[in-house]
Nanobody, 113 residues
Framework: VQLQASGGGLVQPGGSLRLSCAPS????????AGWYRQAPGKQPLLIAT???????TYHDSVKGRFTISRDILKNTTFLQMSRLLPEDTAVYYC????????WGQGTLVTVSS
């Protein structure tokens, strides 16, 4: 499965972005699908998960600000990000949960004034 995340960019603090992930095949793993982010010099961090039953969980750092969702017919997973903070700056990736696919090309989100 090839993973391609898109929708990143430069945004001011407090702004919003919507990321999309349209894999070439089945994204979901044993738990579900998720969005990860990787800050410079750090390991990828799972920040949002959605299960096959559409149950969602979030890392404390994004809870209340980010929303994960999916379009089953389009086989696309989304991450709506609101009230962005400078510490949200990272490369964002989609993958299964637990991550089992090659990471693919992430999308860079830069939050800066």
């Amino acid at each position: 499965v090839q993973l391609q995340a898109s929708g990143g960019g430069l945004v001011q603090p407090g702004g919003s972005l919507r990321l999309s992930c349209a894999p070439s095949g089945q994204l979901f793993g044993a738990v579900g699908a998720g969005w990860y982010r990787q800050a410079p010099g750090k390991q990828p961090l799972l920040i949002a998960t959605i299960t096959n039953h559409d149950f969602t969980t979030y890392h404390d750092s994004v809870k209340g600000r980010f929303t994960i969702s999916r379009d089953i017919l389009k086989n696309t997973t989304f991450l709506q990000m609101s009230r962005l903070l400078p510490e949200d700056t990272a490369v964002y990736y989609c993958n299964s949960v637990p991550a089992k696919h090659p990471w693919g090309q992430g999308t860079l989100v830069t939050v800066s004034s």
